[in-house]
Structure formats: C-alpha cells, structure tokens
C-alpha cells in the first residue's frame, strides 16, 4: 500500500508563486514516472507536467516556461514550482506516482496511486 500526502497549495496574487510537495511512502520497491494533475471546477482533470526515473520532464503547454517539475529519489517525493501564476491555473492539483510496491523485484507489483489533492487558487 502506497500514501501520498501532498503540501504547498493555497491562496496567490496573479504573477505570485507556489510550490507543491507530494511525499511518497509505504513498501516501495521503485517509483516510475510521478506527475502533477489539476481539475478546474466544471472541467476534467488534466495532466500538468511529469517527470520519468530518469528525470525527462513533460510539460502542458499551458504551463510551459511557468511551472518545474522535478523529484528527490532519496525522499520519494516530486514538486512542482509554479511561477507566474494566472487566474486559468485555479484548480485542485493532484499528485501521481507510479511503480513497483514489494520488498524484491520478482515479488513486487505495479502500483498507481493518487494524492488527496491541494487547492490553488490564483486571485486579486
């Protein structure tokens, strides 16, 4: 069984910045691609950015040259800064991690769990 617990959302001034935290634990053997998600009221969820083992990034263009995405394997963690915030980036983001759960490899299955979401809302 995998827990994430996500941090860092709340309430920022277009242009303002915000960093989100999403902390994996419980028995991982080996964490694949984690990514962010965001649903905005009235619309479907939607893949923000990403990031692989291997540290290739992903982007929607939307946050594009705005947003980072990077991971601490040691911690099993991945972030997301966001820079240059809009008004459109209001949303509940989500974190996604994906991989491995078990003590050895031959033993281990592939797991894909959710966060519990954190609100972000970008105002005057």
């Known amino acids: 069984q995998v827990q994430l617990v996500e941090s860092g959302g709340g309430l920022v001034q277009p242009g303002g910045s915000l960093r989100l935290s999403c902390a994996a634990s419980?028995?991982?053997?080996?964490?694949?691609?984690m990514g962010w998600y965001r649903q905005a009221p009235g619309k479907e969820r939607e893949p923000v950015a990403s990031v692989t083992s291997g540290g290739s990034t992903n982007y929607a263009d939307s946050v594009k040259g705005r947003f980072t995405i990077s991971r601490n394997n040691t911690k099993n963690t991945v972030y997301l800064q966001m820079n240059s915030l809009k008004p459109e980036d209001t949303a509940v983001y989500y974190c996604?991690?994906?991989?491995?759960?078990?003590?050895?490899?031959?033993?281990?299955?592939?797991?894909?769990?959710w966060g519990q979401g954190t609100q972000v809302t970008v105002s005057s």
């Open positions: 419980g028995s991982i053997f080996s964490i694949n691609a």
């Open positions: 996604n991690v994906e991989g491995r759960i078990g003590t050895y490899y031959w033993s281990s299955t592939p797991f894909a769990s």
